[in-house]
């Protein structure tokens, strides 16, 4: 008996480490490449995933909070990389998924855009580039999901041939501002942060990729235009120099006083922008309703947020006990489930700002002590 359990017991750690994802389901054909300075290159990615399992391509819906899996390239690189082509996958709920056939067949195929964004002078050189990918697999038939992962491949590229300018011109309605003084003195009088982008649209193609697919946006242009003082540094500006960076572009937000309070990890696609940028945002209520008396209240109430048995409670001496299910976590927040409304809490894992998702959007709505 005592044999049978132990065989029993290998078997599932067996099972359990076959399930798990690894880096070889992420295939490069080739991932030798070679760009123009400011210039880019596509790569083929495919997965083979085991049967009976699936990954998250993305959402289709902002009420999902499962991780779809995702490219990057560390900003320190001097290159970016962008999705060009996911594949199709299947509609599951509030996501796109994409089901294993095997890990001896390709269940589906990225197709990415690698950018150059230093403007490198050609040569010989080989840059040895890290391409990470973060995803997660998920039972299928159980729908329990495995913890994140990360896997790094490398990619090898030469900058090659001679860079291509171009009279670019640029297409969005946000209000820009080209002067780094001026748009500061507009912060301070509005107390609204800087949106920061440092960029070179008439050679580098990651700078044009971004003016074409985030900037043009209309959503973008208002979110920027009512909540930011927008600031647009081109490579030719001396104010450049006031920021340290990499390479074209480069995004930040700074505070009134030039403090920068998000530096990098702004996303490169609409949705992934707009979701970055909204914690910054502040808005001028010019049509605020005339306050009739002068008094004035202030509050602050106290919120214990704790886990109990497998559920997570919100306490107020308001409302009482509000119980939560997790939903999932990452790095730096755990998303909470209301049990019975469609509602979510989004808490830190350190003393950073809390949101909550009243099913539309995310409105910062606390902080944790440290």
């Not at 497998?310 to 790095?331: F, H, M």
């Amino acid at each position: 008996m005592l044999k049978r359990l132990i065989c029993s017991g290998l078997l599932f750690a067996a099972v359990g480490l076959n399930a798990q994802q690894l880096p070889g389901d992420f295939e490069l054909p080739n991932s030798s490449l070679e760009m123009a300075p400011g210039g880019s290159a596509e790569v083929s990615l495919n997965l083979k995933l085991p049967d009976k399992h699936h990954i998250y391509l993305r959402h289709a819906s902002s009420m999902s909070f499962n991780i779809v899996t995702s490219f990057s390239i560390p900003e320190d690189q001097g290159f970016g990389v962008e999705v060009q082509k996911a594949p199709e996958g299947e509609k599951y709920e509030t996501d796109y998924i994409l089901r294993g056939k095997g890990r001896d067949k390709i269940s589906g195929t990225y197709r990415l855009t690698v950018f150059e964004q230093k403007g490198r002078s050609p040569g010989n050189r080989t840059y040895a580039v890290p391409l990470l990918i973060k995803t997660q697999m998920c039972n299928s038939a159980t729908n329990v999901c495995y913890r994140p992962q990360e896997f790094k491949k490398l990619l090898r590229i030469k900058v090659t041939g001679d860079k291509v300018s171009v009279n670019f011109r640029s297409t969005s309605s946000i209000d820009w501002v080209t002067s780094y003084d001026q748009a500061f003195q507009k912060a301070r009088a509005s107390g609204k942060n800087v949106f920061v982008v440092i960029t070179a649209p008439d050679w580098c193609g990651y700078c044009r990729y971004l003016e074409r697919d985030v900037f043009a946006k209309s959503s973008v242009a208002q979110a920027l235009n009512s909540g930011f003082v927008a600031l647009r540094i081109l490579d030719t500006n001396s104010d450049k120099s006031k920021f340290q960076f990499s390479g074209y572009p480069t995004m930040k937000v700074a505070d009134p006083s030039g403090k920068i309070i998000k530096d990098g990890g702004i996303g490169r696609n609409e949705d992934s922008f707009l979701t970055a940028i909204a914690p910054f945002a502040k808005t001028e209520d010019t049509d605020a309703p005339d306050i009739i008396g002068s008094d004035e209240y202030k509050a602050v109430i106290q919120t214990r947020i704790y886990k109990e048995g497998q559920n997570w409670i919100l306490e107020t001496p308001l409302t009482g006990k509000e119980v939560y299910q997790e939903a999932r976590r990452d790095a730096k927040y755990i998303i909470l489930k209301h049990s019975s409304k469609n509602e979510f809490l989004a808490v830190p894992l350190q003393g950073e700002q809390g949101f909550f998702h009243n099913g539309s959007k995310w409105i910062p709505a606390f902080k944790l002590d440290d």
